[in-house]
């Protein structure tokens, strides 16, 4: 099973350039969100969604985008990066039909350096 | 906004040795979930509590969510290298989004 797929893997951008991190799930989840991981600092969410159709802030939301684009897809876009957004990004899923009740499905990462 | 202490942050350990992993918070969560990082991968969740006091083993592995709802504990019996990653706690109250600790760093030594 695929679970949460996150392309690309690896990414180095130059301050200014612009990227978009794809996710797709196939686990039919309503909610999928973008963390970032920073040393010492745990996963912070940057946006979600809800349900198709919907997307909301998190904690860190500035300088980023995001777009659900059906079901299964949820991307990410850095329209200028900055070398403060250097961080590994997890894109994860889940089903909200009872608040705590299921756990959120990651998938690998996307490491990005902004250099 | 909800935060989450986890301790210790590092902890290296020689393989069959126990060990306890704390998971600490001011505000009170209607569930706790505990994950497992290794190095290049995700988060991969290992359980969910939601009522105060519960109990969960899994294989060598013991989780309790305190009575308050306001912390938990992680044990770990006769530690083996392959345990060895980064544990995650996560908070989630009603109608909010699950929020992390920073983690505990776990390392056993052969």
């Known amino acids: 099973n695929a679970g949460v797929t996150q392309t690309p893997k690896f990414q180095v951008l130059k301050t200014g350039q612009s990227m978009t991190l794809q996710c797709a799930q196939d686990?039919?989840?309503?909610?999928m969100y973008w963390y970032r991981q920073d040393p010492g600092m745990g996963l912070r969410l940057i946006y979600y969604?809800?349900?198709?159709?919907?997307?909301d802030k998190g904690e860190v939301p500035n300088g980023y985008n995001v777009s659900r684009l059906n079901k299964r897809e949820f991307s990410l876009r850095l329209e200028s990066a900055a070398p403060s957004q250097t961080s590994v990004y997890f894109c994860?899923?889940?089903?909200?039909?009872?608040?705590?009740?299921?756990?959120?499905?990651f998938g690998s990462g996307t490491r990005l350096t902004v250099v | 906004t909800q935060l989450l202490e986890q301790s210790p942050q590092f902890l290296s350990i020689q393989e069959g040795e126990n060990l306890t992993v704390y998971c600490n918070s001011s505000s009170v969560f209607s569930s706790l979930q505990w994950y497992r990082q290794e190095p290049g991968e995700g988060p991969v969740l290992l359980v969910t509590v939601v009522t105060g006091g519960e109990v969960k083993k899994l294989k060598r592995l013991t989780f309790q969510f305190g009575d308050a709802r306001k912390d938990s504990s992680l044990h770990i019996t006769a530690a083996q290298p392959g345990d060895t990653g980064l544990y995650l706690c996560?908070?989630?109250?009603?109608?909010?989004?699950?929020?992390f600790g920073p983690g505990t760093r776990l390392s056993v030594l052969p």
């Open positions: 994860a899923s889940n089903t909200r039909a009872r608040v705590g009740s299921y756990g959120y499905t």
């Open positions: 969604s809800a349900s198709e159709g919907t997307t």
């Open positions: 996560a908070g989630g109250a009603y109608g909010q989004n699950f929020v």
């Open positions: 686990m039919n989840h309503n909610s």
